[in-house]
């Protein structure tokens, strides 16, 4: 069965900062890896998904993503750090047949702080 | 973007008394809806997988008796928890398939 380890419960960064945050998956087969974003009271968001082919992925509000399969990671980064970017962070790995078919299981999250 | 609603967004109730929440496509169909919980400060955990037209798969651990899911119509999944108890307490999230996986807001139920 797959999982997800998202090491840091809570990481807090200063506003314009850089932000890393770290994920590592176990999956048998290739992953389909993604990152969402939780805010208070608020359903997910998908910031990024890693299928196949270039393991730098982009996506919104600036955040990126790499998958690198020798240490079966998906960090998620991003170069300078905005006060709207607190919130609660999600790692997750698909498992299916392909498609958008697939089940999800999430990594406990991480809550980022940002401080003014 | 594809949007996916719950209703309602909160709910309480007694004990030994049953809940239903529903989940809906707003501007899509989706054959296939998913069902989470999630504990505070917790991650989101797998329920049930909710197909239209067929019987729900239950993730290991979950009361199907408890926990019924009704996928009737391409745009309606329906989640009602059954004589409800405290530790049913928690945030019901559902998502909804078309392309990728669309989340709904979530339903906060308390069971007093």
């Known amino acids: 069965a797959q999982s997800v380890t998202q090491p840091d419960i809570h990481i807090t960064v200063s506003e314009g900062a850089s932000l890393e945050l770290r994920c590592n998956y176990s999956y048998g087969a290739t992953p389909y890896l993604f990152w969402y974003v939780q805010s208070p009271g608020q359903g997910l968001q998908l910031l990024l998904k890693?299928?196949?082919?270039?393991?730098l992925v982009q996506g919104i509000k600036g955040f990126e993503a790499e998958f690198k399969r020798s240490q079966s990671s998906f960090n998620l980064r991003k170069p300078s750090v905005h006060w709207s970017d607190a919130a609660e962070y999600f790692c997750?790995?698909?498992?299916?047949?392909?498609?958008?078919?697939?089940?999800?299981?999430f990594g406990k999250g991480t809550l980022l702080t940002v401080n003014p | 973007g594809a949007v996916v609603s719950q209703h309602p967004s909160w709910v309480i109730c007694k004990s030994g008394t049953s809940v239903k929440i529903e989940c809906r496509s707003l501007d899509f169909q989706a054959t296939t809806m998913f069902w989470y919980r999630q504990f505070p400060k917790q991650s989101l955990m797998l329920m049930a997988t909710?197909?239209?037209?067929?019987?729900?798969?239950?993730e290991q651990g979950v009361e199907k008796d408890k926990f019924l899911i009704n996928h009737a119509s391409l745009t309606l999944s329906t989640l009602t928890v059954t004589s409800a108890h405290p530790e049913d307490s928690s945030f019901y999230i559902c998502s909804a398939n078309y392309n990728e996986q669309f989340f709904g807001p979530g339903t906060r139920l308390t069971v007093l």
């Open positions: 997750a790995v698909g498992a299916g047949s392909g498609g958008s078919n697939y089940k999800l299981t």
């Open positions: 890693y299928f196949s082919g270039d393991t």
């Open positions: 909710s197909n239209e037209g067929s019987k729900a798969t239950y």
